[in-house]
């Protein structure tokens, strides 16, 4: 009896599978992502002091330019945008502060200790001079962690992520358009929280669409987007 009954789940568990895998590959690429749904437009996108981001402007311009390119607007495939909406929306100042600190080691992204904290503060003033939507952060990072499964979330990671990510989450070394996700440079500073609302609204005008909604590329539920979490926790490990 048992027996049967778990038999019979596991079948149910592939038709779900694919059927949601054919309506994924019937859903063609929409351009826009979503915008977060707490964004009301009455928010306002945090205030900046001018000078400080004058001064974060000089210092990017020296040190960040190259490959984030002018005003931050990144180049696909090379360095991602610094001045994107959603990305300034949910990153707090601990999440830029210490990726610019560290880098990223293993990606492209270099470390700029030496600049010191003053300097990096006002860089990241100027980056959250561009900002359009309200600060997030605090919420986000709040956000419970994943209880996800890693094992089903490998599955999504597979077939939707790793073509643009790489196949463990490489980044842009292993050919894609996509950062670094499963390297520890990412992920020992991003929360789950911050990478649940990177995945369900994405990044506007960029490759990052969201995974949630109308305009979504694929619809993944909040339990599937958590169990894609877990895996990524798990994929520096295997490395
Ligand atoms: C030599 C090229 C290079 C330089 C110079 C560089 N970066 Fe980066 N940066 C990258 C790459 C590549 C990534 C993406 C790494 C990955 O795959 O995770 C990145 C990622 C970032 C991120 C994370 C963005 C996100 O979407 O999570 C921030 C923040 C950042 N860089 C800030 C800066 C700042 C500020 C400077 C100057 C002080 C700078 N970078 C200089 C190449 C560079
Ligand atoms: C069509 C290509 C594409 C697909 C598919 C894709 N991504 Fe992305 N993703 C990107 C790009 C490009 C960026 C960086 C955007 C930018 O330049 O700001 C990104 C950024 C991210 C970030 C932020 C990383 C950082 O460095 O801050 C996360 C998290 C992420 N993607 C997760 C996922 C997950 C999980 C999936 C699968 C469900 C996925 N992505 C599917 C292209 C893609």
Not at 153 to 157: D, L, N, S, V, Y
Not at 197 to 206: A, H, L, P, W
């Given at each position: 009896m048992a027996?049967?009954?778990?038999?019979?789940?596991?079948?149910?568990?592939?038709?779900?599978?694919?059927s949601a895998c054919q309506q994924e590959s019937d859903a063609p690429p929409k351009k826009d992502a979503a915008a977060p749904a707490a964004a009301t437009p009455a928010a306002a996108p945090p205030t900046v002091d001018p000078a400080l981001a004058a001064q974060g402007k000089d210092l990017y311009n020296q040190n960040c330019i190259f490959c984030h390119q002018a005003d931050g607007i990144g180049k696909p495939g090379f360095a991602p945008s610094l001045?994107?909406?959603?990305?300034?929306?949910i990153s707090s100042d601990r999440f830029l502060l210490s990726t610019i600190r560290d880098g990223r080691e293993g990606t492209g992204m270099p470390p700029f200790a030496h600049l010191g904290r003053k300097?990096?503060?006002?860089?990241?003033?100027?980056?959250?001079?561009h900002a359009k939507l309200p600060d997030r952060a605090a919420e986000v990072d709040a956000?419970?962690?994943s209880q996800g499964d890693p094992r089903l979330?490998?599955?999504?990671?597979d077939q939707i992520c790793a073509t643009c990510h790489g196949e463990n989450g490489?980044?842009?070394?292993?050919?894609?358009?996509?950062t670094a996700i499963g390297k520890e440079g990412f992920l020992s500073k991003a929360s789950d929280g911050f990478i649940r609302?990177?995945?369900?609204?994405?990044?506007?005008?960029?490759r990052?669409?969201?995974f949630t909604g109308p305009d979504a590329m694929a619809n993944l539920s909040d339990s599937e987007i958590d169990d894609i979490i877990a895996y990524l926790r798990t994929v520096p490990s295997k490395n």
């Open positions: 027996r049967s009954a778990f038999t019979f789940f596991i079948l149910t568990g592939l038709v779900l599978l694919l001045v994107n909406p959603e990305l300034l929306s300097k990096i503060e006002a860089i990241v003033a100027f980056l959250r001079s956000e419970p962690r979330g490998r599955f999504w990671f490489d980044g842009y070394v292993a050919g894609g358009t996509g609302e990177t995945i369900k609204y994405g990044r506007s005008n960029t990052m669409l969201g």
